[in-house]
T-cell receptor, first 114, second 109 residues
Framework: IAGITQAPTSQILAAGRRMTLRCTQD?????MYWYRQDLGLGLRLIHY???????GKGEVPDGYSVSRANTDDFPLTLASAVPSQTSVYFC?????????????FGSGTRLTVV | GQNIDQPTEMTATEGAIVQINCTYQ??????LFWYQQHAGEAPTFLSY????GLEEKGRFSSFLSRSKGYSYLLLKELQMKDSASYLC??????????FGAGTTVTVRA
């Protein structure tokens, strides 16, 4: 089934630990995105990639890094987790030339930093 | 950047109509989207407007006025399954989406 797969589904992480959230899509979309969703704040863009080999910073990039070695994968790394990074993380992708389709979202990763 | 405002909560009765308003300020407008998100799930695409006017898709319609920076999502013949959060999102010329905080709609029997 075409779509986006995120892993893990949920995770409890000790503060100070390193963590990589995985995201893989099989739709051959050019662009991929990482958002975090917090109650009352909505979805906020962390990092994005318009095409393989390029990345850019979104609205809330501090404490996070990404890479885009190929079209399908877009991992998000927390180098040293802090409690304020407790959130639900959504990966999304888009075919930037399709206009009306918007983004396709993964099912999310619920991360708790303690 | 984008500044997107929508009401926090709305309540309506099954079978009724609800209109969710969204106002935005943007430095480069390239389309407006509405997404539906049920609790604990991912957002799913509902509608897209890039030109002024009304787009109708079954029980859902979305309206856009670019000059006023205004959109609304109209949900007709409400069903219990329509209880969800509805997200207004504006796309910029770099194809990035900025989201409002979402409107939680509760449908009561």
């Amino acid at each position: 089934i075409a779509g986006i797969t995120q892993a893990p589904t949920s995770q409890i992480l000790a503060a100070g630990r390193r963590m990589t959230l995985r995201c893989t899509q099989d739709m051959r979309h050019n662009a991929m995105y990482w958002y975090r969703q917090d109650l009352g704040l909505g979805l906020r863009l962390i990092h994005y990639s318009n095409t393989a080999g390029t990345t850019g910073k979104g609205e809330v990039p501090d404490g996070y890094s990404v890479s885009r070695a190929n079209t399908d994968d877009f991992p998000l790394t927390l180098a040293s987790a802090v409690p304020s990074q407790t959130s639900v993380y959504f990966c999304a992708s888009s075919d930037s030339y399709s206009g009306a389709d918007g983004y396709t979202f993964g099912s999310g990763t619920r991360l708790t930093v303690v | 950047g984008q500044n997107i405002d929508q009401p926090t909560e709305m309540t309506a009765t099954e079978g009724a109509i609800v209109q969710i308003n969204c106002t935005y300020q943007t430095s480069g407008f390239n389309g407006l989207f509405w997404y539906q998100q049920h609790a604990g799930e991912a957002p799913t695409f509902l509608s897209y407007n890039v030109l002024d006017g009304l787009e109708e898709k079954g029980r859902f319609s979305s309206f856009l006025s670019r000059s006023k920076g205004y959109s609304y999502l109209l949900l007709k013949e409400l069903q219990m399954k329509d209880s969800a959060s509805y997200l207004c999102a504006v796309r910029d010329r770099l194809d990035k989406l900025s989201f409002g905080a979402g409107t939680t709609v509760t449908v009561r029997a």
